[in-house]
């Protein structure tokens, strides 16, 4: 059976440089020729969009609590079943997050783990951090280590040393101290990839880094794997039923790719348009999806465009479906006021006005039970999904029912009439539940 190099780049701790090392492998190993396929572990929506940047090709979420064992699984077939390497990218540290943690992962996927380990102000402790992640699970299997930050030889032997005497993982990688290294960031995480462009990460410049400091043959030679996870194709329903707007531009940027080939498959087609550019929702839609993105740092354009606001006040008020995940949830309440607290009115879908806050409001995974019937679904149907956002509620119309009630007991988001909207965004793997209530509850068109 053929062999490819299959992998998952883990860290001992958030901040170890994990996210500019994988974009620098990904980048160097397109630039080699090779059909190279991302894929990120956990709910980010941004560092695949950077993946997407270094391969040109689509990169996709693995998440075990939206998607489960088997969902994961599946999208981990699906989409790297024609590539030559695979290259998934983890979450925080190796074993934080329990069940979604990235070891957790590389077990369901049977991969092996490439660690990074930030070696600032240490040295040969670095080979009992080795061995204990080596010892930790033995069930994870470890197929080179890349000591990132070295700050000179002395330090670079030091390491070697004693991870040599007393490790049985390889070094396979010292990459330097370097402030030109620099990933451009702001409240919600990094900058999306088709905001910074490959020049502001010079992109060349950190391929020659990771090949002059990296050994990638090592890698690749030390993680081939039997394509039995990935071999065959899985078919996919093409026959067109729906119609579905979606918003997509600067504003609303949030979606796991995986969920637009999802609603392909029902025989939903995205129609996408933009509420910052556009003066009407798209014709002949059975529906509209606002998902999330950065509403507060375009509030004063969305607030301004007219014409769009009346095209979906009117769509709304013809018992129109609108959904809203997180920022398009924002965009559906009466306003938005930013963080210098400029009020800026939004759709008014919703009689709720929303409050950015410098702290993050709320972080972690969702199980949602549905409230009420509704066109996504049933009372007591229980949806996956996760919720990171800096704004909260600061004012709410009481007679407006909430859409779900949390694991924690917390009532959640909004549903007036066919407008559904809340903090929490779903992946539908786990929840396709949902898209065949919606074609069973809503027209083709209208």
Known sequence: MTHRPEFLIAATKSGSGKTLLTLGILAALRKRGYNVQPFKCGPDFIDPSLHRLMVERESYNLDLRMMGDKGCRDSYKRYSRDADIVVTEGVMGLFDGGIASSAELAKKLRVPVLLIIDVRSAAESVAAIVKGFEMYDPDVKLCGVICNRIGSERHRDLIDQAVNSHCKTPIVGHFPRNDSFEMPSRHLGLHMGHEIGPELLEV???????????????????????????????????????????????????????????????????????????????????????????????????????????????????????????????????????????????????????????????????????????????????????????????????????????????????????????????????????????????????
């Open 204 to 446: 060349d410049t950190l391929v020659k880094a990771i090949e002059g400091n990296i050994d990638l043959d090592a890698i690749l030679n030390q993680s081939g794997q039997k394509l039995s996870m990935s071999q065959g194709d899985i078919q996919q329903k093409k026959s067109e039923k729906m119609r579905l707007a979606v918003a997509y531009d600067e504003a609303f940027c949030f979606y796991y790719p995986e969920n637009f080939d999802i609603l392909r498959r029902h025989g939903i087609t995205p129609v996408f348009f933009s509420p910052l550019y556009d003066e009407a929702v798209p014709e002949d839609v059975s529906g509209i999806y606002f998902g999330g993105g950065y509403p507060e740092l375009h509030a004063p354009q969305l607030s301004n465009n007219g014409p769009m606001i009346d095209s979906i006040r009117a769509w709304a008020d013809h018992d129109g479906f609108v959904y809203g995940e997180c920022g398009g949830f924002m965009y559906m309440c009466s306003s938005l006021a930013d963080a210098q607290g400029n009020v800026h009115p939004m759709t008014d879908l919703f009689h709720v006005k929303v409050q950015m806050k410098e702290r993050l409001s709320s972080l972690g995974y969702r199980e949602a039970t549905l409230l009420h019937d509704s066109p996504i679904g049933n009372s007591g149907d229980i949806c996956y999904g996760h919720e990171f956002h800096y704004s909260e509620i600061i004012e709410r119309d009481k007679e407006l029912d909430f859409l779900y009630k949390l694991q924690d007991a917390r009532l959640e988001g909004c549903l007036r009439g066919n407008c559904l909207g809340s903090y929490v965004h779903l992946h539908f793997s786990r929840t396709a539940f949902l898209l065949n209530t919606l074609l069973r509850r809503l027209p083709d068109s209208c």
